[in-house]
């Protein structure tokens, strides 16, 4: 039985197999879904209810009762206060659909490709779109909620923001050694993170990402095999980028892992402190059996198409995109696909502020603080909680080393961070190691300071504060109401276009298009030029 935690990866399990069935056998000309995979969830949680509610009230109670104990009422109030902010604002706004200036991407692709594909019957290539030659099989699952309505919603990213409070309390929990405290603190910190704040509520998809990380780790270390294949599988190949990244962070903790486990001069842990968990997972045909079956059947007809349209399986890293002809602009005898990768090569460098020495230690400052306006040059802040927790783990880290500990998750943390500072800067792709950074040190703090706690209530705070404020314009409005003005044009227009019909429009951005777009005229990586 799947753990409470874990609810959101049935979003995914149900939503991707109902896909392809609206696609080929129930036909939306329109690009909306029927409410197959909404009912067939809700069914699931009706079982649980029924099967499990029982203890699952109990366990609640009971460790919530052991989770308080040693926590004073002046730090605990004001952080459920703050709490219950963030999340009710974060529910408000998921309840309407998708409109704010960072929900760019899930308006311009991850729905609109999906929709796209409903509305033509078909999973043939979109001509004007080099997204639809990316890995979406998180997107292609996340359809069926999100077009069962009259307007797209993003009501399921909130469950998954739900599922990674619940994941780091119970990440917190089991590293500590099953100290109900560290629990509490891991999700608060996550909580009082202005990242996560400023994302629960919207489409945006890094918080399932992070979600998937966690819950792929929390089932890895509890021997639970295949359904950690299945979280990590849907993780993996999420985006275009991920495999790749992926196969060189773990490549290097594997490499590393085995190199200390040969010369036998480290103790290996999963965080800082005593706890083992399970390493059988390395050699279990159970684990890569399913990640493999798994990734064949979700990532498999994304990575065949891209291959037959691109020449490479894994859209846009074109064989151009490896060489210096994009920095040259050498674009003779490129194709119009392989221009369009030079185009997302060149988006890298939108963000961060170099990779000097100088830069490198700055950086821990400037991506935790505003700088223009509310964002910085690394997108928007992570907040002042990663501060409040960088200097902790650092020394928790250096002491594992000193003690002859290798402690896996803080060493992947170091590696992912790394990684990232030498590719693409931008915060939103540190969901994961920031995660997994409040949970490894919330889990060897063995008492909270005054300080930590004060410093984590302002953190709470200013974040609800930033939450509140990004979402108080739309509180009262209807779905309509809360629309651009251009998807306004494009619900309107779906009352007068005529079945069959294929609106040319000048931007790709057509989630809320219920009829076939043809997108032309507009210089941009999200389209591609064709006749």
């Not at 509490?184 to 996550?190: D, E, K, M, W």
């Not at 997108?379 to 290798?406: C, H, N, Q, R, S």
């Amino acid at each position: 039985m799947i753990p409470i935690s874990h609810l959101p990866t049935i979003l995914l399990l149900i939503g991707y197999p109902v896909y392809w069935l609206e696609l080929y056998f129930f036909k939306h000309p329109s690009g909306h879904t029927s409410w197959l995979a909404w009912s067939l969830f809700l069914l699931v949680l009706l079982v649980l209810v029924f099967t499990r509610g029982t203890f699952f009230l109990r366990s609640v109670w009971r460790r919530a009762s052991f989770s308080l104990e040693g926590i004073p009422s002046w730090f605990f109030y004001p952080a459920i206060f703050s709490s219950v902010v963030i999340i009710g604002c974060a529910f408000l706004a998921s309840l309407l659909p998708p409109h704010l200036s960072q929900e760019f991407d899930i308006i311009n692709y991850h729905i609109t490709i999906p929709r796209q594909h409903l509305i033509s019957g078909s999973f043939q290539y979109i001509s004007w779109s080099p997204v639809d030659l990316f890995l979406l099989p998180v997107d292609f699952a996340l359809s069926p909620y999100w077009l069962a309505t009259n307007l797209p919603n993003k009501l399921p990213q909130f469950f998954f923001c739900l599922g990674v409070l619940g994941l780091a309390f119970c990440l917190g929990k089991r590293l500590s050694g099953g100290e109900h405290g560290a629990g509490v603190l891991s999700a608060l910190a996550i909580m009082g993170s202005h990242n996560f704040g400023i994302q629960a509520g919207t489409g945006m998809l890094d918080i399932v990402l992070c979600y998937l990380f966690l819950a792929a780790v929390d089932s890895f270390i509890a021997g639970a095999w295949g359904l950690a294949a299945v979280e990590f599988a849907f993780f993996l190949w999420s985006k275009p980028l991920m495999p790749s990244f992926m196969v060189l962070a773990c490549g290097i903790l594997l490499l590393l892992f085995f190199i200390i486990n040969k010369v036998k001069l480290f103790k290996i842990q999963w965080g800082f402190g005593s706890f083992l968990g399970k390493h059988e997972s390395l050699r279990n045909f159970q684990f890569w059996g399913v990640l493999f079956l798994v990734s064949t059947l979700i990532a498999g007809p994304f990575l065949l198409k891209s291959y037959d349209k691109s020449g490479t399986p894994m859209y846009p890293l074109t064989r151009v995109f490896f060489t210096d002809r994009c920095e040259k602009q050498e674009f003779s005898g490129m194709s119009e696909l392989e221009k369009t990768s030079c185009a997302w090569k060149a988006m890298k460098n939108d963000y961060g502020e170099g990779q000097d020495l100088i830069a490198a230690l700055r950086h821990f400052w400037m991506i935790a603080v505003p700088e223009k306006g509310v964002n910085n040059r690394f997108d928007y802040p992570v907040g002042l909680m990663f501060l409040l927790f960088l200097i902790p783990f650092l020394v928790f880290l250096i002491e594992a080393f000193t003690k002859k500990i290798f402690p896996i998750i803080p060493v992947f943390c170091v590696i992912y961070w790394a990684l990232w500072w030498w590719g693409a800067q931008q915060s939103r792709f540190l969901f994961v190691p920031l995660a997994l950074i409040f949970v490894t040190t919330a889990a060897q703090m063995k008492k909270s300071s005054k300080v930590l706690m004060v410093c984590m209530i302002l953190a709470l705070v200013l974040t609800a504060f930033s939450v509140f404020r990004a979402h108080k314009s739309d509180f009262g409005k209807s779905s309509y109401d809360a629309l651009r003005t251009q998807d306004k044009f494009l619900v309107d227009k779906a009352k007068t276009a005529k079945p069959g019909e294929v609106v040319e429009l000048s931007y790709p951005d057509a989630a809320f298009a219920a009829f076939a777009v043809n997108v032309k005229n507009i210089d941009s990586p999200f389209v591609i030029k064709h006749p």
